[in-house]
């Protein structure tokens, strides 16, 4: 009886060690995850600011059509910035089709580029974007100081700039559509002055 008395207890106490463990590591992944915030889109300071109006372009498609970018429309726009010789710009391609289809409701996706017409064009054949807008201009690029790629800018239906930044993965470029969204400059800027205060609204 003693024995039995004596597991019962050692019991008890190893089960309520058990939930203390559980309840430090909990809070250390909550205060792990505050520290770590969700990387989103590496925004630049050059070229037009969040919540500036953007340089107007019209430009034709090499598919076909002209596209109008930094003017009035009825749907915002996802300009990106794309290359033949850009392994992550390809990888991304699958990303954009599926973010038209699910989003093409708000949104409308422009693929821009700059340099050899043929070379991109082969490159419209080789990755099928014959349905998507398709531009080629140097101004454009310059006119958001495009310096890297890929790079994607999200206008809002009056033509300002609402999210910008260097993109690598879905989960950055789905951060321009939630920065888009909050009306914020970025999910970084967010996070920042969320910590500090209120967050500024662009």
């Known amino acids: ?3 039995l008395t004596f597991a019962v207890v ?3 106490l190893a089960f309520l060690a058990l939930c203390f463990g ?7 992944i909550g205060v792990l995850y505050e520290r770590i915030a969700p990387m989103g889109a590496l925004m630049n300071d050059s070229g037009p600011q969040v919540g ?8 034709e498609s090499l598919n076909g059509g002209v596209v109008s970018i930094g003017t009035v429309k009825e749907t915002a726009t996802l300009v990106f910035f794309v290359s033949p010789t850009c392994p992550i710009c390809k990888k991304l391609i699958p990303i954009l089709r599926s973010i038209r289809s699910s989003e093409g409701d708000w949104l409308t996706v422009v693929l ?3 340099g050899d017409e043929d070379k991109q064009r082969r490159f419209i054949d080789n990755a099928r974007l014959d349905d998507f807008d398709y531009v080629l ?3 454009l690029g310059l006119g958001f100081r495009v310096a890297r790629l890929p790079y994607a800018v999200v206008l809002d239906r009056s033509g300002a700039v609402r999210a910008k930044g260097l993109v690598n993965t879905r989960e950055q470029l789905e951060s321009l559509f939630n920065a888009h969204d909050m009306g914020v400059a970025s999910i970084q ?4 002055e969320a910590q500090d205060g209120e967050p500024a609204r662009s």
Do not use: C
């Open 137 to 139: 201009s140097t101004e």
């Open 22 to 28: 559980f309840l430090v590591l909990a809070r250390q």
């Open 52 to 59: 500036e109006q953007s340089p107007k372009f019209t430009l």
């Open 112 to 114: 821009a580029s700059d």
């Open 10 to 12: 050692f019991l008890g």
């Open 1 to 3: 009886m003693t024995a």
């Open 189 to 192: 800027n967010y996070i920042g």
